[in-house]
C-alpha cells in the first residue's frame, strides 16, 4: 500500500493506492488523472480533466518513517528559474 498525494488547482489530497511493483512516472501521472476524474481523491473532483494534466508535473518518491511509501505528484516550481 502506498499513500499518493496531488497537489492539484491550489489543492492537495491524499488517497491510498494499491500497487504490487513500482510503477513508472507516467504510471503515476496516469492513474492520477483516473483518480480525479472518478471522484477518488477528496476535494478533487474533475470530471472533465485532461488526459495530459499532469504531463508536467514532478513525481517525488519517499519513504515514511515505518516504511510506507509516499508519492507525491506536484506542480513543478519555478524556484530557481532565470
Known amino acids: 500500500m502506498a499513500t499518493l498525494n496531488i497537489t492539484y488547482d491550489g489543492h492537495s489530497a491524499d ?3 494499491e500497487l504490487e511493483r513500482h510503477i513508472s512516472d507516467a504510471d503515476v501521472r496516469r492513474i492520477a488523472v ?3 476524474r472518478s471522484g477518488g481523491v477528496p476535494g478533487l473532483h474533475r470530471f472533465q480533466l485532461g488526459a495530459e494534466a499532469f504531463q508536467h508535473y514532478v513525481v517525488d ?3 515514511g518513517a515505518h516504511g510506507e511509501e509516499r508519492i507525491y505528484l506536484r506542480p513543478k516550481v ?3 528559474a532565470c
Do not use: A, C, H, K
Request: charged share 25%; net charge positive; proline share 17%.
Open 61 to 63: 518518491r519517499f519513504r
Open 34 to 36: 483516473e483518480l480525479v
Open 15 to 17: 488517497v491510498p493506492v
Open 78 to 80: 519555478p524556484f530557481g
